[in-house]
Nanobody, 123 residues
Framework: VQLQASGGGLVQAGGSLRLSCTAS????????VGWFRRGPGKEREFVAG????????LHADSVKGRFTVSRDNAGNVVYLQMNSLKPEDTALYYC?????????????????WGQGTLVTVSS
């Protein structure tokens, strides 16, 4: 599976962006999918994840109530809707497909990683 994240950009604090993660070579409809990010000078951290059906989601405490992960298996795409963005959300955002049907906060549970998309939030 090859993954590609897109939708990043420059936005003012309080604004919104929607990131997309698409798969090529084969579908990832049977895999959990997670979003991770790495901010400047920070370690990679889990942001959100969704199970293979889209019925179960995980969100990091830092983004709860602001970010929402969802998926459209027919379109072979997973989304990360980001609202009320803060400067501390500035990071390179990656999507990853898990080895199994459910998402996890643990990066080791993910076998396939896409190249990131940069999100910059100005104050």
């Amino acid at each position: 599976v090859q993954l590609q994240a897109s939708g990043g950009g420059l936005v003012q604090a309080g604004g919104s962006l929607r990131l997309s993660c698409t798969a090529s070579r084969r579908t990832f409809s049977n895999n959990g999918v997670g979003w991770f990010r790495r901010g400047p000078g920070k370690e990679r951290e889990f942001v959100a994840g969704v199970d293979w059906k889209g019925s179960s989601t995980l969100h990091a405490d830092s983004v709860k109530g602001r970010f929402t992960v969802s998926r459209d298996n027919a379109g072979n795409v997973v989304y990360l809707q980001m609202n009320s963005l803060k400067p501390e959300d500035t990071a390179l955002y990656y999507c990853a497909a898990a080895r199994r049907a459910f998402a996890s906060t643990n990066a080791r549970e993910y076998a396939y990683w896409g190249q990131g998309t940069l999100v910059t939030v100005s104050s």
